[in-house]
């Protein structure tokens, strides 16, 4: 058995002074105002933008990141519609194989001390459901039959791809003190990290 903690990685996305650039251009056509483009002009004019609540702008351009965290949070994820995803499938995988050490990974659960009384019956249950998963699979049951004993607790990777304004929408949901911990936990770094590389798009929206 395994026990990691959830991440992200940022696996596609365009240079940001690219990203602003484009964005300008696309919504000065709405105001005929190309001509007032400048080196330096993006950034001023998408702040302007968003704060006058024209975000379908930043519709046309688009971030796929790549999140690790338990599969309860990835329920709550796809529930983001306007998206595309990509997860591990627990049909497909099956985690008795080498390829997966022949073991189950689960994602841990921070808000407990790992020598509280919590904590030991939370480990306690994952290590007697990789038990009897392996145990299913080895009595002839397929990984889409041994999957119903599988926890909200197990690890998954999803990748996600969003528009801008979708991910703003994402962040004000996923990052704010009225999440789930767990998905605060991997969401607020990330939305961290875009407000560093992309200021003029997500400085604006508070987290936890």
């Not at 940022?10 to 001509?35: A, F, P």
């Not at 004019?45 to 930043?58: L, M």
């Not at 049909?91 to 080498?98: A, E, M, Q, T």
């Not at 998963?133 to 969003?162: C, D, F, H, W």
Request: glycine share 2%.
């Amino acid at each position: 058995m395994k026990i990691i903690s959830p991440e992200y990685e940022i696996i596609e996305m365009n240079d940001s002074k690219e990203i602003l650039k484009k964005i300008e251009l696309c919504g000065r056509v709405c105001y005929k105002s190309e001509n007032s483009i400048s080196e330096d002009s993006a950034e001023r004019f998408i702040r302007s933008i968003i704060k006058s609540g024209h975000e379908s702008v930043i519709e046309h351009e688009k971030i796929t990141v790549k999140i690790i965290c338990d599969r309860g949070i990835s329920h709550e994820i796809v529930r983001h519609r306007i998206a595309s995803y990509s997860q591990e499938s627990t049909r497909y995988c099956n985690y008795s194989k080498d390829k997966f050490g022949s073991e189950l990974t689960f994602i841990k659960p921070f808000f407990w001390e790992e020598n509280s009384e919590l904590y030991k019956i939370w480990i306690e249950q994952m290590q007697n459901i990789e038990k009897n998963y392996i145990k299913l699979v080895s009595l002839g049951a397929t990984p889409e039959q041994a999957r119903s004993i599988l926890p909200n607790s197990l690890k998954t990777e999803i990748i996600v791809t969003m528009n801008l304004r979708e991910w703003r929408h994402f962040f004000r949901l996923r990052a704010s003190k009225h999440a789930h911990p767990q998905m605060q936990e991997v969401i607020v770094p990330l939305l961290n990290k875009m407000k560093e590389l992309l200021p003029a798009v997500f400085e604006d929206i508070d987290c936890c």
